[in-house]
């Protein structure tokens, strides 16, 4: 059964992206078929996989040129639907109509059962390319920095996710925050400490360690499996991706 899960927290800076990329990337190897969508006009996500400039994006299939989604194959198990600048130009347009906030649900069921796994990354805002990725989503994954100032502001997420399983889609829920960027400090390891206090169970065990060779990995446009899998990013989201599959 295919689950289907958005990346989401509106701040930037929160390793939304890198979650997206490296969690799939793991979970591909673990043998399931992964789909990543590209949601943010930024398009970080294709990038790191080294697509530019594609003449199809998911874009098209908001402004409803083409019917269906552009996937690109990254190997046999791991695939993208790649996002561009052009998802800015058409977003105010999709305000309007009520029905644009479903075109990715719908776009989804036509083809989500060819995977065991869909990650949504989504935009560093609560607009509508993100309350499409709710309205189509099985559960989300809060990505929150181990900092402080990263804990404001969940509630607006946790009232977004609220709002919508009480509005237009009632499945949906909070698979976990997954905190970011630890480290052995004592404002970080407070955090930690903080958070699980504040939503117990609802925390990963894992964690991602703060760890260089992540952000070595983005300059190269590889995910860290392939720039280093012996790195502490490599461990933190193989592990991830284990206790997701748990």
Same mark, same amino acid.
């Given at each position: 059964?295919?689950?289907?899960?958005? +990346? %989401?927290?509106?701040?930037?800076?929160?390793?939304?992206?890198? *979650?997206?990329?490296? @969690?799939?990337?793991?979970? #591909?190897? $673990?043998?399931?078929?992964?789909?990543?969508?590209?949601?943010?006009?930024?398009?970080?996500?294709?990038?790191?996989?080294?697509?530019?400039?594609?003449?199809?994006?998911?874009?098209?299939?908001?402004?409803?040129?083409?019917?269906?989604?552009?996937?690109?194959?990254?190997?046999?198990?791991?695939?993208?639907?790649?996002?561009?600048?052009?998802?800015?130009?058409?977003?105010?347009?999709?305000?309007?109509?009520?029905?644009?906030?479903?075109?990715?649900?719908?776009?989804?069921?036509?083809?989500?059962?060819?995977?065991?796994? +869909? %990650?949504?990354?989504?935009?560093?805002?609560?607009?509508?390319? *993100?309350?499409?990725? @709710?309205?189509?989503?099985? #559960?989300? $994954?809060?990505?929150?920095?181990?900092?402080?100032?990263?804990?404001?502001?969940?509630?607006?997420?946790?009232?977004?996710?609220?709002?919508?399983?009480?509005?237009?889609?009632?499945?949906?829920?909070?698979?976990?925050?997954?905190?970011?960027?630890?480290?052995?400090?004592?404002?970080?390891?407070?955090?930690?400490?903080?958070?699980?206090?504040?939503?117990?169970?609802?925390?990963?065990?894992?964690?991602?360690?703060?760890?260089?060779?992540?952000?070595?990995?983005?300059?190269?446009?590889?995910?860290?499996?392939?720039?280093?899998?012996?790195?502490?990013?490599?461990?933190?989201?193989?592990?991830?991706?284990?206790?997701? @599959?748990?």
């Amino acid at each position: 059964m295919t689950q289907i899960i958005s +990346i %989401l927290n509106h701040k930037g800076g929160t390793a939304k992206t890198t *979650t997206t990329l490296n @969690l799939g990337k793991a979970l #591909s190897m $673990l043998n399931t078929r992964v789909l990543l969508i590209d949601l943010d006009a930024q398009a970080n996500l294709s990038q790191s996989l080294g697509i530019d400039d594609e003449p199809e994006t998911i874009a098209e299939s908001f402004s409803q040129k083409r019917k269906t989604l552009p996937i690109k194959q990254i190997s046999e198990t791991f695939h993208l639907v790649p996002a561009s600048l052009d998802l800015s130009a058409i977003e105010p347009g999709l305000y309007a109509n009520i029905n644009s906030y479903f075109l990715l649900k719908s776009l989804l069921d036509q083809i989500k059962e060819q995977y065991e796994f +869909i %990650l949504i990354d989504c935009p560093p805002s609560l607009g509508i390319f *993100t309350q499409n990725a @709710l309205i189509a989503s099985d #559960s989300v $994954l809060i990505t929150v920095q181990a900092q402080f100032l990263s804990l404001r502001g969940l509630d607006t997420v946790y009232n977004l996710i609220t709002s919508v399983r009480e509005k237009l889609n009632d499945r949906i829920g909070i698979i976990g925050l997954l905190l970011t960027q630890t480290n052995n400090t004592r404002i970080s390891k407070g955090i930690v400490e903080s958070l699980r206090n504040s939503f117990n169970e609802k925390v990963f065990n894992t964690t991602i360690r703060q760890n260089v060779a992540i952000a070595e990995a983005s300059a190269h446009r590889k995910d860290i499996f392939s720039y280093n899998p012996e790195s502490y990013g490599a461990i933190d989201y193989m592990n991830l991706a284990k206790e997701i @599959l748990l």
